[in-house]
């Protein structure tokens, strides 16, 4: 079975087909870096470096890109109100995003451009944009693109501009043609004589949002990508610029396939920093381990919300404890994946089909099930080996196991209370199974003649 891919452009599954047989070009919209990042975040570059960790394994050389906007309105007011330098607060936001991704495993992209070192790629196209009659000069100085003179705007979306108006708030104002005319290009104002520009053919200013990813992904990629990724909330109006810029200027379509990924909500509302209702990587790395969080966004295919709580990562925890307790009765042994094994050809086939991570951990769970009652290290190894495809499971199992110890003393003694009832009614089973399970939580059970004592196993 050949990889397909869920195309949003034709809302249908694709087979994927790159455009140079064994190379994937891939462009993902990465981070404004104006705060630390949150969950949100965190569920998009996971999901996208199971795209990339996936094609790498089928055989593919990935050219992987994730920008970095360091250049923004909410960038410029978060600086001043800091009280410190642009660049000081973008390079602090850079080594923090650095920081919570390597935590959550997520491997860094082949590029990470940041935006203002592609000013002169973003004015060389907005230049041809010009000339092609798709950008004009307004008479506040901005530069702007006309979408009512590319045929093909609203083709992400599925919708006419007609539509894409419809509940539209936003005057024609500053010149516009029309309220939804994006800025390429933003006029430096005489009243703030501090503000950042660079000098241009349309005067002092700095480029518009959605001409940034347009400039980077055409430099680091070519004028056709295979794959282009983001949010879902980047399909309108990003995205869709981004084609209209990129498709007008180069005459050639931006990208074969795109991919967006669901939100992470709570209470069924989208995880945002203007809604007030998100949580910070860093934070949620202090009560829960990195491991777990990644689990807990892999149980979810990519395409869909997915609900937070800590009663869904403390379930996602345990989920992967039992994983790791079959890797922790068997030492694994060192295999490379043999795809005509069972196992391995429905992790295949669950992945081949649109990354379908729910599917594939269901297969690592029937397999770390076969591991306990076979005690195959063989077996175990290849639990492990395609737990690796999606980066679980590569820690040492007695040491996440005893990470994951949470008993108090009264627990630990409810528990020795439970076994030795358990022992007394002559049910070694269940007596050598709570001993078990206390080990496996780092507490070791020592029987005397005066009683059982426990330790915290070293």
Same mark, same amino acid.
């Given at each position: ?362 297969? #690592?769970?029937? +397999?770390? @099930?076969? %591991?306990?009652?076979? &005690? !195959?290290?063989?077996?175990?190894? $290849? #639990?492990?080996? +395609?737990? @690796?495809? %999606?980066?679980?499971? &590569? !820690?040492?199992?007695?040491?996440? $196991? ?10 630990? &003694? ?45």
């Amino acid at each position: 079975m050949s990889l397909r891919i869920y195309n949003t452009l034709s809302r249908e599954l694709e087979e994927f087909s790159p455009l140079q047989p064994g190379k994937v070009r891939m462009y993902v919209c990465g981070m404004t870096v104006y705060d630390y990042c949150h969950l949100g975040h965190a569920r998009s570059m996971i999901a996208f470096d199971v795209v990339q960790r996936w094609l790498k394994a089928s055989g593919f050389e990935v050219n992987y890109v994730r920008n970095i906007t360091d250049i923004d309105d909410k960038i410029i007011r978060r600086a001043v109100e800091n009280g410190e330098s642009i660049r000081a607060l973008t390079d602090r936001m850079i080594d923090a995003l650095h920081e919570d991704a390597d935590a959550l495993g997520i491997e860094r992209p082949t590029h990470e451009p940041r935006a203002t070192d592609y000013i002169p790629q973003m004015l060389s196209m907005i230049g041809t944009l010009e000339k092609k009659g798709l950008a004009y000069r307004a008479e506040n100085g901005d530069v702007n693109y006309a979408i009512r003179k590319f045929p093909g705007y609203g083709k992400l979306s599925g919708k006419s501009i007609d539509e894409l108006h419809a509940g539209e708030r936003v005057a024609v104002l500053d010149g516009k043609d029309d309220p939804l005319d994006p800025v390429l290009w933003k006029s430096a104002k005489a009243s703030e004589p501090e503000e950042v520009k660079w000098a241009s053919e349309f005067g002092a200013g700095r480029p518009g949002w959605h001409i940034e990813c347009s400039a980077m992904a055409c430099a680091l990629l070519g004028e056709t990508l295979d794959i282009h990724g983001g949010g879902e909330d980047l399909q309108f109006p990003h995205h869709e610029n981004e084609i209209a810029q990129s498709e007008g200027a180069n005459g050639k379509p931006l990208s074969n396939y795109w991919m967006h990924n669901g939100f992470i909500v709570t209470d069924n509302e989208k995880m945002s920093k203007s809604l007030g209702n998100f949580f910070l990587i860093r934070d949620v790395l202090k009560k829960y381990d990195a491991e777990t969080i990644r689990f807990f966004v892999l149980r979810a295919h990519y395409r869909r919300p997915l609900n937070y709580s800590d009663v869904h990562l403390d379930d996602a925890r345990n989920s992967l404890k039992r994983l790791y307790t079959a890797l922790d009765l068997v030492a694994p042994a060192e295999v490379k994946i043999d795809w005509t094994d069972p196992y391995a050809a429905r992790f295949k086939a669950a992945m081949d089909e649109d990354f379908a991570t729910p599917e594939a951990v269901a297969v #690592l769970f029937d +397999l770390a @099930g076969e %591991v306990n009652r076979t &005690q !195959s290290a063989t077996q175990a190894g $290849l #639990l492990k080996a +395609l737990g @690796g495809c %999606v980066q679980i499971l &590569q !820690s040492d199992p007695k040491s996440f $196991l005893r990470a994951g110890a949470t008993l108090d003393d009264a627990a630990i &003694q409810a528990q020795i209370d439970a076994r030795a009832a358990a022992k007394a009614a002559k049910n070694f089973a269940e007596a050598d199974r709570l001993r078990q399970a206390l080990l496996d939580q780092g507490i070791v059970l020592k029987d005397s003649p005066a009683g059982t004592t426990w330790t915290v196993a070293k």
